[in-house]
């Protein structure tokens, strides 16, 4: 007898339907064929005990299973139960009629039990894409694919509960969330807030200019001068996620196996906060079975690198093409898989090894040589791509406690969606361009234009500093969003001034000259 079920592999976000098709006669062999991974072949086992801890007989058949497409490559343990489902249905076991209606996806425990996998939300994306009927998956994926409208999706238990459904001996609804109603609830919802800030108006500021429009920002000062602090309540003023952003978002997450137990839509952008030990691959993605690395995971968040040059060279040289180009292409020769990665670049770095040079209240022990090499760890083509540069200083306790709480998130955030909603007006001709970061050099010169006081100023500035063509690039585009804070149309001279102080660590004498932020 010849049965088929539908399942589906997950190969970076890409989402492919997969046939079984077991075909049973007389013999005692078990054939399995369509590229599979140790795992897939694995599952013979994990069915034969499931099947007997729930009181059915494993078939002694000559069966073989065929996977198709044959020539893609099967990975992981998703596969057990529309294999288990086949199997029994070709041994007359379950009802076979209504199998092509559903697609499956499940992982077996020896007691029958499913347990969960990862990518169930671009799974149940590509089985509404499909047509079918329906979806199941194990109970703790039903919220997660319950995202998706226009299929009934149901989370099922253990094997038992699917035998029981596909043979209409017990009823099953489908399970429908209101995730929209939760994900507007939740956007709005922080644990940290600027509030708590006291002091640092010009870092502040910097925050807030990059939060407006979308730009990278690093900040350099002494240890516990806030910047560690600053930074993760960066998410707290940025702009909500549309559901469009969402969904994109959560489908990294779910593929990466990185979304709690429970979670259906990610509702706040994603903070990523790697240790400086992590490895090239961890950070971009990949792996004997590709995953998406840090640089994904903060897709449409913010990735914060503490103390940056402690990351070895290699790794933060990696950073350079993602943040030009917003994705990242990992080709190896197993596969070849691209992850989205717009994120926000926000990195801290002490001036020094020791971390006090020109601090006002510690002695520096730090010679000018190991200074020198210290700032070196950041390539120029690195800093470049930085948009805002910003040197901190620590604030006294003697002021710290005479000052009171700082604006609180709210207010700083109301005044970057403003600004975002006026790039959204300006750009809404142009596909893949929401914010000033990601202009392209065409519309630099048709929204951020300098006039004849602004350009003297920054030809001044790309002389003395010896800054780079990308360096004027960030620097319009630092000056477009500050504009835009203060609802100006056109860029002025004290935007472009701003700008140009945002470029701080562009050389490394910038403690002798003497910019600061703001």
Known sequence: MLVKTFCAAVNGLDVTTVTIEVSMTRGVLYHLTGLPDSAVKESHDRIAAACQNIGYKFPVADITVNMAPADLRKEGSAYDLPLAIAILAANNKVESGHLHEYMLVGELGLDGKLQPIRGALPVAIRARAEQFKGLIVPIQNIREAAVVNNISVYGMESLMDVIQFFNG????EPTVIDTRKEFFQQQYHFDLDFSDVRGQENVKRAMEVAAAGGHNLIMIGPPGSGKSMMAKRLPSILPPLSLAESLETTQIHSVAGKLGHGMSLISQRPFRSPHHTISQV????????PQPGEISLAHNGVLFLDEIPELSRSVLEVLRQPLEDRKITISRAKYNVEYPCSFMLVASMNPCPCGYYGDVTHNCVCTP???QRYMNKISGPLLDRIDIQCEIQAVPFSELSQM???????KIRERVIKARQIQEVRFKDYKGIHCNA?????MLHEYAEPDADSLSMLRMAMERLKLSARAYSRILKVARTIAD???????????IGEAIGYRSLDRGDWAERGITCG
């Open 169 to 172: 001996s017990k009823y099953y």
């Open 282 to 289: 961890a950070l971009c993605g990949g792996g004997n079975n």
């Open 369 to 371: 040589g190991q200074i």
């Open 404 to 410: 009171e709480a700082g604006e609180p998130s709210e």
């Open 438 to 442: 990601l202009m392209t050099e065409h």
């Open 485 to 495: 804070l203060d609802g100006s149309e056109n860029v002025q001279s004290t935007h």
